[in-house]
């Protein structure tokens, strides 16, 4: 009897008791880990920080227009600080899994292992975003010094064209990175560029009705006057 209950109780208890004295070093190693990670972001992210404002990218962002369309958006800190504190929270995720992995449990170890390697998605989905934005301000600045000097009367329309453009084509390759329902943004994507490159299309076209109705005015005004002379000189 004394045995029976001794297995039925105390065996499960002794389990559990080992189990956790096995896993107490692991805990501890995450926990350590996890510190340790949290001081390097802190100390990387403020380093970062500082070294931006050094270089003057506060500065930089303010002759380019980014500070004041970060403003727009909600955001009234500097893109120094902001870089820091991106910086800090990648270390941050970074050390999360690898103070996960110190567990040493299959299921937690899975998790910390495609944390890491989605994090590179993010990352790069990030750049194309931020290029993609200032390629698109540079290039709709540019296409409008053009249009206007070629003297297409629709310039702000070819210029904001190309600027919705660009930035499409961005987010769509952020978000083929993310692979984020790939095939539901290739296809939005070749519809909402068919539909502005059509948008161009007509814009090009009823602005240079115009242009062409001169041109043909002229051709054929020279033409007209050039027979008249030719009858003439046979009379």
């Known amino acids: 009897m004394t045995s029976s209950w ?9 389990d559990l008791a080992g189990y956790l004295l096995a896993i107490v070093p692991h805990l501890l190693s995450m926990l350590i880990l996890l510190l340790a990670g ?14 931006l404002r050094v270089v003057g990218l506060d500065r930089i962002c303010g002759r380019i227009g980014l500070a004041a369309v970060l403003l727009r958006g ?22 999360i899994a690898a103070s996960l992995g110190a567990l040493n449990v299959t299921p937690i170890n899975e998790a910390a292992r495609s944390l890491l390697s989605y994090l590179p998605h993010v990352i790069t989905a990030a750049v194309i975003g931020i290029a993609g934005y200032l390629i698109s301000n ?33 987010i769509a390759m952020a978000l083929e990175q993310l692979r984020i329902a790939r ?4 296809v939005g994507f070749g519809i909402s560029w068919g539909g502005l490159v059509l ?10 009705q115009e242009l062409a109705k001169e041109f043909l005015e002229r051709r054929l005004g020279r033409h007209s006057r050039a027979q008249i002379n030719e009858n003439l000189r046979h009379l």
């Open 74 to 95: 909600g955001m009234k800190a500097d893109p120094s600080y902001i870089i820091g504190r991106i910086t800090y929270w990648l270390i941050v995720m970074l050390a």
């Open 6 to 14: 001794e297995q039925t109780v105390l065996g499960p208890v002794a």
């Open 38 to 51: 949290l001081g390097v972001a802190w100390g990387i992210g403020h380093l970062m920080e500082r070294l």
């Open 183 to 186: 095939h539901i943004v290739v």
């Open 199 to 208: 948008a161009a299309a007509l814009a090009l076209g009823l602005g240079g």
């Open 138 to 170: 540079f290039a709709s600045q540019a296409v409008l010094i053009a249009a206007v000097n070629a003297g297409i009367p629709p310039a702000q329309w070819v210029a904001l064209g190309t600027r919705w453009g660009i930035q499409l084509l961005a």
